[in-house]
C-alpha cells in the first residue's frame, strides 16, 4: 500500500517519523508531499490542496483546533496527550507519537 503524508509545517517531525518507521517497520510504502497516487492520503493538521474528500483520507490533528482544519470529514485521529483533552477532539481516535527507541541520540 502507497502511503501520502502532507504537512505544511514541521510539526515536530512527527509525520517524517511515521514514514521512517511505516518504510522500515511494515510491507508498506509512504512518503512525504508528492504528487502522486497514492492508495491513502494521510493528512496533517490539514487537507491537501486541491483535493476533494475521499474515503481514502486519514486526518491527524497534532496542534490545538485553532490551527487545523476542523471541517475534514472521515477518519480523524488525534494525539493521546494535550489534544485529545480537548473538547473539539473527544470523539476522534487517540494516537501516539512515533519514537525510535533503539536509535543513539
Known sequence: MRIEHYKRTSIARAPDEIVRATNEFTTHH???NKDSKPDIYHFHNKRKPGLDYKPNQIIQY???????????PGTRLTLAQYNCLLPEYRDWKEVRNIITIHEHI
Open 62 to 72: 497534532h496542534s490545538d483546533p485553532g490551527g487545523v482544519d476542523m471541517t475534514i
Open 30 to 32: 509512504a512518503f512525504l
